[in-house]
């Protein structure tokens, strides 16, 4: 450690530390583009130039390394004048298209110019023309116009993924970000670019023009598309249902966490918020007998149902026709829920697991296992096994199914011919599948970012999380749906 | 001794042939040093000589050598910079053509002052016929023994290569220069680290001019103290001053360290080209601030320069004759550094763009009250706030012009 002065204020910081990352741990906040923290610093915005007491000349606050006794000040008259110099010459050339540019609201380059520009403007000259809508891949667009050079991308390319799809070409004011002839970024990290952009360079066809940031909530929770559990922010808006083609979740960003995904998350995961919107159930459905009274039933006429007919089982001594199906997506308390309801206070002993199907894994972040709890099923005693078709429809009276996933390890045909066999069946999930039709009794369950809960990732690290988006009317998270049912059996949970 | 035989640049036709320069006493300064001195001594003697860099910064070349940390396992390099990219500079290309061997010995001697193996000769592609040149000279210096694996049964190996540049003014800045030798785009990195620790390949590395080196033969042969006596005390030897524009002799004059400009203007350049007076005076390539006829009373020296307020920089002397308006002087110079700047920093690749923009609008008499204030607001916004020293090449001679010849500037802009 060593002792340095910023700003006047005394402080620790590590040996070999830069004076941008020891400001940064003081919550002294020096302004910057190119630097970030996950690349080594690249000096070329100039946007952090500070004053250090004895060297004539400004200095790089995110290349230079801390001494014992240095005095840095970050706000005397010759550092506001050449951040201002610098923004200066950055929006000389800028389109300013702020009001129709995707980033406004966490452009560096707007919120820069109204902290430390507020200039007049000076150039009367004709701005460089770049082309503006530069397909890069994926649906990643190009803006070379707002580009600031900062290489963040190009970096992003090179060091994190490997793939090195884009580069800087020509030089001087026509220097520009591109890419080779017939190449398009694929990777699966492609997301993170439009994230570490400062500026609107590179936006996103999915986010563009839908929404400003400013109308968007911002929640932490845990990627459940896969066992990494890599830490994300949903950003939705609050009022559901929306009109019209309105979305509620307008995209998932890298939330940091050093020991699980860095600053990165995987676009399996970020595009998962298709996954939370699309193709949702949204009312309780009961498919064999009609309504009772031309309405639907409520979630207190089923779930008493239900815990009638679990109690008839029961009594009659016959505990072992009653069958549950699990997946590995449920949180530990979901789980552990389960466990007392049906297997310690019901004596169910025919638990079985239906999850996705493994993928490939991309040898980063994105596993294999497809489901973000399977740590967390094990961990609570579960051996996580599909049934078998012919026994379970031979022994079982009343089935509850937990998600839609058996429809991915059976013919169709053949789950539909053994579940015929199954007197009644309940199926809880939060998507439609061709499950629905095959149960008796459908329940629209929330997504895991609706609901609170833990995962225990591929690592074994438990990761507790709140509900990230309110889940849409009429659905309700599998806890709750425990909860209500143990009550129902007067089974106490807690 | 005299110093025409000691000069950096030989004359004669076949000047440049081994043979030539063996009879000139070539090599024997290298055999003799290395079979009798150790590197750590080889080293001390340049010091002692006061050699100072002829690239433009003016940096001692045996304090640059001595930062090469000696206990390092790594390949260490030399680049010899031949990129002579400074517009107003055509001094090494003589050096090369007429005394290719001269470079090699003083390789040689640096190499083996400072422990490294293998050099590069980094040379602009314009330069070609002087890349061939080189290559033979090589090739003739290996033959005999000069270069090679077991350089005068001494057990000390070099291997010389010749890499062609692709015509960047940048890549004649010493580390978008090792960033070129690697293959990559010409693009100054950022230090520190600096090359003599993290250079070429990563590795520690030495890099200095063509004329820097070809002098260190010279200390050898003849002493430190005979080097240091050729020029001033603390910056020994002569300098290569290239003087064109408006002069009835523009050429290469080799001459002291010190010599007064206005005696190389008037006495060695026969003074301002016939019916023209001298308006203006870049006395160290382009990247030097613009000296007026009155201040040229001033010794060619890194001290005394930087006293006028000026560099010696490349000593590439530029003299601009009353014929010449000052805006198309300041077009010119503000073109070249937008056209060169290599786009990395923000200051650089926008301000020299702008100020360009800004001369040529002045230039085609659209010229505003603001204009020149606003080229020198630009100008200080580069000045020492860019990644390489280009933000200041660009800002200096731009910041000279608008302040010394703001009167004529503002003719245009007033009409």
Redesign the interface.
């Known amino acids: 450690m060593v002792t340095i002065q910023i700003d006047g204020r005394a402080m620790q910081a590590p040996t070999g530390t830069t004076i941008l990352k020891a400001a940064d741990q003081a919550g002294i906040v020096i302004p910057r583009f190119c630097y970030h923290p996950a690349f080594e610093?690249?000096?070329?915005?100039?946007?952090c130039?500070v004053e250090i007491e004895d060297l004539p000349?400004?200095d790089?606050a995110c290349?230079t390394v801390v001494r014992e006794g240095m005095k840095v000040w970050t706000s005397t008259p010759k550092v506001l004048q050449?951040r201002k110099?610098?923004l200066?010459?950055?929006l000389?050339?800028h389109p300013l298209d702020c009001p129709i540019c995707d980033k406004a609201g966490e452009c560096f380059l707007q919120d820069y110019y109204d902290k430390h520009g507020r200039y007049a403007s000076?150039?009367?000259?004709?701005k460089?023309k770049k082309k503006k809508k530069i397909p890069i891949g994926k649906k990643l667009l190009l803006d070379r116009e707002r580009c600031?050079?900062c290489t963040r991308c190009v970096r992003f390319l090179r060091g994190v993924t490997g793939t090195g799809e884009l580069?800087?070409f020509?030089?001087?004011?026509?220097?520009e970000i591109g890419i080779d002839e017939g190449v398009e970024i694929r990777n699966n990290y492609s997301g993170n670019l439009v994230d570490i952009c400062p500026v609107g360079a590179i936006t996103d066809g999915d986010f563009r023009f839908k929404t400003r940031v400013w109308f968007l909530e911002k929640k932490r929770t845990v990627c459940p598309r896969c066992s990494r559990g890599c830490n994300i922010i949903v950003q939705s808006v609050r009022n559901y249902p929306l009109s019209g083609r309105q979305r509620r979740i307008y995209r998932i960003v890298p939330a940091e966490n050093q020991d699980v995904n860095g600053y990165w998350i995987c676009d399996f995961g970020r595009f998962g918020y298709h996954d939370i919107e699309d193709n949702r159930l949204t009312a309780i459905a009961v498919n064999r007998e009609g309504p009772a009274e031309g309405r639907l039933p409520s979630w207190e006429d089923i779930l008493k149902g239900l815990a009638a007919e679990i109690r008839a089982l029961v009594d009659a001594g016959r505990a072992s026709s009653l069958a549950v199906i699990l997946n590995s997506s449920l949180t530990n308390e979901e789980l552990a829920a389960c466990r007392k309801l049906f297997a310690d206070a019901l004596g169910v002993r025919s638990i079985f697991f239906a999850d996705p199907k493994p993928g490939e894994a991309d040898g980063y972040l994105l596993t294999a296992d497809r489901t973000p709890n399977g740590g967390g099923a094990a961990a609570l005693g579960f051996s996580p096994e599909l049934p078998d078709l012919e026994k379970l429809a031979g022994a079982a009276d009343l089935l509850i199914i937990f998600g839609p996933h058996l429809l991915e390890h059976y013919p169709a045909e053949k789950l539909a011919d053994s579940l015929k066999g199954i007197r009644r069946k309940y199926l809880l999930a939060a998507h439609r599948s061709g499950l629905d039709a095959l149960a008796d009794i459908v329940l629209p369950t929330a997504h895991p970012a609706e609901k609170k809960g833990s995962f225990r990732n591929v690592k074994g690290t438990v990761q507790s999380f709140e509900c990230a988006v309110r889940a849409p009317r009429g659905c309700l998270p599998e806890g709750e749906i425990l909860s209500r049912l143990a009550s129902e059996l007067g089974v106490k949970l807690e | 001794m005299s110093d025409v035989i000691a000069t950096l640049i030989p004359a004669g036709e076949n000047s440049f042939r081994l043979g030539a320069y063996l009879g000139r006493g070539g090599y024997e300064a290298a055999r003799k040093t290395i079979l009798t001195m150790k590197p750590r001594d080889v080293l001390e003697e340049v010091k002692k000589a006061n050699l100072r860099g002829r690239g433009g910064a003016g940096f001692p070349a045996g304090s640059k050598w001595a930062f090469v940390p000696q206990a390092d396992e790594r390949s260490k390099y030399l680049c010899v910079n031949a990129d002579e990219g400074e517009p107003g500079t055509f001094k090494d290309r003589a050096i090369m053509t007429q005394d290719p061997h001269l470079l090699l010995e003083g390789i040689l001697l640096t190499c083996y002052a400072v422990g490294i193996h293998t050099a590069f000769i980094y040379i602009r592609a314009e330069y070609e016929a002087i890349a061939q040149r080189l290559e033979a000279a090589i090739e003739e210096a290996r033959q005999k023994g000069f270069l090679g694996p077991d350089i005068f049964g001494s057990g000390f190996g070099l291997e010389v290569l010749v890499h062609r540049g692709a015509g960047?003014y940048?890549c004649g800045e010493e580390t978008a220069l090792l960033e070129s030798i690697e293959g990559k785009?010409g693009m100054p990195r950022?230090k520190p680290p600096f090359p003599a620790s993290v250079g070429l390949f990563g590795s520690p590395t030495v890099i200095n001019n063509v004329e820097t080196i070809a002098n260190v033969p010279l200390i050898f042969r003849y002493g430190a103290d005979w080097f240091v006596a050729r020029g001033l005390p603390r910056d020994g030897g002569t300098r290569i001053f290239g003087v064109s524009g408006a002069v009835r002799k523009p050429g290469l004059y080799e001459l002291p360290v010190g010599t007064p400009l206005r005696k190389i203007i008037y006495e060695w350049a026969g003074g301002p080209a016939e019916g023209q007076s001298i308006k203006a005076v870049v006395p160290g390539g382009l990247s030097a601030p613009f000296l007026t006829p009155e201040e040229i009373d001033v010794p060619m020296d890194y001290e005394s320069l930087a006293h006028a307020k000026s560099m010696l920089g490349s000593a590439g002397v530029i003299v601009i004759g009353d014929r010449t308006p000052i805006i198309d002087v300041l077009r010119i110079v503000a073109r070249f550094y937008?056209?060169?700047?290599?786009?990395?920093?923000?200051?650089c690749?926008?301000?020299?763009?702008?100020i360009s923009?800004?001369a040529d609008?002045i230039g085609a008499g659209a010229g505003?009250s603001?204009d020149l204030d606003?080229i020198r607001?630009l100008a200080?916004?580069m000045k020492?706030?860019?990644?390489c020293p280009m933000g200041d090449a660009a800002a200096f001679p731009v910041l000279s012009i608008v302040d010394k010849f703001g009167q004529e500037l503002g003719e245009p802009i007033s009409r």
């Open positions: 610093p690249e000096g070329s915005c100039r946007m130039l000349k400004l790089l290349s050449a110099d610098v200066e010459f950055l000389a050339d000076r150039f009367l000259e004709a460089e600031v050079l580069g800087v020509k030089r001087g004011v026509k220097a | 960047a940048i785009r950022l937008a056209h060169e700047s290599c786009g990395q920093c923000t200051p690749r926008i301000g020299t763009t702008w923009k800004i609008r505003t603001g606003l607001h200080e916004g020492g706030k860019t990644l």
